[in-house]
């Protein structure tokens, strides 16, 4: 195995077009000049650690076969990864970039693993990774200094993917998370037209991103099991972690004007707040726990403007039920119970749209309130069968029913008992919540 360890090589270093069949160590080798790896070829692995590159240094097309380790090396000039193929795990932990750093990496080229942890950058620096595919890239203890660093046309491949025999002896728990930043402070940093949607799982703790730029990048399935998926499992603490994790995605993707995952990071950051509310006595946190509750039944914390539709619906044809004689009102809902056909699609679907446990007593009013509304409805049920006159009269008599007790400023104009119009209050205050949560909802999705 050739070993170049503690070497010092004062002219200009030639080693292009070697073929290294071992492995190789460049430990704290010092390049005082131009260092040429140009289409060097790595069959083994290769050891750079604590070298000092003093001047420009390229590796063209250069191969490496086996992991290779550039740990605690001193990059004091302009370094060219050009069309570079990594076979293996690349490591730069603990390097020091001073100048400009290019990376493109071949389509032939999978590093297990990219690991940029550790590095130091200053003002001048410039890193930028191009057409990297790796199974899991790690970021740790990066503090970000310099507005030039990039990656482009990045993703993270799936494990299954890789041929049998490369597979074979390598564990897949190994590569996750797939994409790890941790303790990382990435100012400025940039992913752009970057795939993170085949990453398994992506573990984000204790890192400052919220001025960190992702354009054109495709998340995939945006959830707690695959972002954050032990913090926002652990203890009240580390879902903390996880919400603080979820509103800096959301904040940088609204600085980029993505409204659309950053919506998705937002509910996100809600189901984690949700999580350690459970842990709250209900004694002290009553008003949070209802308010929460309530918002997320309404429109899963304005995600989605189809539930409050369906709500508002829902509630004022229960009113036009509740309109009703009382006693013919209780007698009708034992008659239609069972019986009533229309109930059973009506259930089904309320059952799809609010199937959390935790939602039960809401869902339950819900159903009371479609109930009477589908009483209300079967006083015209008979003329169906009449001619048409009939009933398209009944329903033109419906529909303007249903305007009229949806228009909850002439709720007051005729003469009312005081339990009914206090009744008549509640449902305007449903209403005009669930209204706002449509719009709210709506303008999250197609706000510019």
């Not at 003093?54 to 380790?69: P, Q």
């Not at 913090?231 to 940088?252: C, H, I, M, N, T």
């Not at 509910?267 to 002290?284: D, I, N």
Request: proline content about 3%; glycine content about 4%; some cysteine.
């Amino acid at each position: 195995m050739p070993v170049f360890e503690g070497a010092v090589f004062k002219g200009y270093s030639f080693f292009g077009n070697v073929v290294f069949h071992k492995g190789v160590l460049f430990n704290g080798v010092e390049f005082c000049d131009v260092a040429d790896f140009r289409e060097t070829v790595f069959e083994n692995h290769a050891v750079f650690e604590e070298a000092v590159f003093k001047n420009e240094a390229t590796f063209w097309k250069a191969r490496f076969h086996k992991g290779v380790s550039f740990e605690s090396v001193t990059f004091k000039d302009e370094i060219d990864f050009a069309e570079i193929t990594f076979k293996e795990e690349a490591v730069f932990r603990k390097a020091d970039f001073k100048n400009r750093v290019y990376f493109k990496v071949t389509n032939e080229s999978l590093p297990f693993v990219f690991n940029l942890s550790g590095i130091k950058l200053s003002k001048s620096s410039y890193i930028e990774v191009r057409n990297l595919r790796t199974l899991k890239l790690a970021l740790n203890n990066v503090n970000n200094t310099t507005d030039n660093f990039l990656f482009f046309d990045m993703k993270i491949e799936k494990f299954k993917d890789l041929e049998e025999n490369r597979r074979r002896n390598l564990r897949r728990e190994n590569y996750l998370p797939n994409i790890e930043i941790k303790s990382s402070i990435l100012n400025n940093m940039k992913f752009i037209n970057c795939d993170f949607s085949e990453a398994e799982q992506i573990k984000i703790e204790n890192s400052s991103l919220t001025e960190t730029e992702f354009i054109n990048v495709d998340w995939g399935g945006i959830s707690e099991k695959r972002i954050c998926p032990k913090l926002f499992e652990g203890s009240p603490e580390e879902v903390e972690k996880a919400r603080d994790v979820y509103r800096q995605l959301k904040l940088a993707l609204d600085n980029q004007k993505d409204h659309i995952n950053a919506n998705e990071f937002y509910s996100l950051e809600m189901k984690a707040y949700e999580r350690v509310l459970q842990e709250k006595p209900w004694r002290t946190h009553f008003q949070k726990k209802l308010v929460f509750s309530i918002h997320k039944f309404a429109s899963n914390f304005g995600q989605s403007w189809l539930r409050p539709l369906i709500l508002l619906i829902l509630l004022t044809i229960g009113e036009m039920g509740a309109q009703l004689d009382f006693k013919s009102f209780v007698d009708k809902c034992f008659y239609f119970l069972i019986p009533y056909p229309l109930i059973v699609p009506s259930l089904s679907l309320l059952l799809l749209i609010f199937k959390k446990r935790e939602n039960l007593l809401l869902w339950g009013i819900s159903v009371i309130f479609a109930l009477s509304g589908f009483i209300a409805f079967n006083e015209a049920l008979p003329c169906i069968s009449s001619p048409p006159d009939n009933w398209q009269l009944t329903l033109k008599i419906l529909l303007e029913n249903f305007a009229e007790t949806l228009n909850i400023f002439s709720l007051f104009r005729n003469n009312q008992v005081i339990n009914i119009k206090f009744l008549h209050t509640l449902y305007s205050i449903a209403i005009a919540f669930l209204t706002y949560q449509m719009i709210v909802a709506i303008r999250r999705q197609v706000r510019r």
